[in-house]
């Protein structure tokens, strides 16, 4: 089984591409950092790694996804391998990301919290407010 999930953050805003061809496709490549386990007393160390995202998800990457941003995504390693101009092979690694979703709340992300969110994700509806104004029924 090929599968894999990694929480880390973006080391840049993501690189969206579009194929050539009758129906052109969105392609999106970013860099996860994710932390690595630390053991006690040692310092924490990141692996950085190479994902890519075909479709939709690309879509979604280049609206919503940008450097800084934690995320959790899933998807199964690809590897592969090219010759280079000096006819070097090279070896390459990354992760096929077939589901990715925010790990932390906006709020968060963007260095600022919500007061009226402070105790949690729900805040208080004042006693006076009548029912008809409320955005949900």
Same mark, same amino acid.
């Given at each position: 089984?090929? =599968? +894999? *999930?990694?929480?880390?953050? /973006? #080391?840049?805003?993501? &690189? *969206?591409? %579009? #194929?050539?061809?009758? #129906?052109?496709?969105?392609?999106?490549?970013?860099? /996860?950092?994710?932390?690595? %386990?630390?053991?006690?007393? @040692? &310092?924490?160390?990141?692996?950085?790694?190479?994902? +890519?995202?075909?479709?939709?998800? !690309?879509?979604? !990457?280049?609206? %919503?996804?940008?450097?800084?941003?934690? /995320? /959790?995504?899933?998807?199964?390693?690809?590897?592969?391998? %090219?010759?280079? $101009?000096? @006819?070097? $092979?090279?070896? #390459?690694?990354? +992760?096929?990301?077939?589901?990715?979703?925010?790990?932390? =709340? $906006?709020?968060?992300?963007?260095?600022?919290?919500?007061?009226?969110? !402070?105790? @949690?994700?729900?805040? &208080? *509806?004042?006693?006076?407010?009548?029912?008809?104004?409320?955005?949900?029924?």
């Amino acid at each position: 089984m090929n =599968k +894999v *999930i990694l929480m880390g953050r /973006l #080391t840049r805003d993501p &690189d *969206i591409r %579009y #194929t050539q061809g009758e #129906t052109a496709m969105a392609v999106a490549r970013y860099t /996860l950092a994710v932390d690595r %386990y630390r053991k006690s007393g @040692g &310092d924490q160390q990141a692996d950085f790694v190479s994902c +890519v995202v075909f479709r939709k998800g !690309a879509e979604f !990457a280049e609206k %919503y996804l940008h450097q800084g941003l934690k /995320l /959790l995504v899933s998807g199964h390693i690809r590897t592969g391998s %090219y010759v280079n $101009k000096e @006819g070097q $092979k090279v070896y #390459t690694t990354e +992760v096929v990301v077939t589901e990715q979703e925010f790990a932390e =709340k $906006k709020a968060v992300s963007s260095g600022f919290a919500r007061p009226e969110a !402070a105790d @949690g994700d729900f805040m &208080d *509806i004042p006693e006076t407010m009548d029912e008809e104004e409320l955005p949900f029924r």
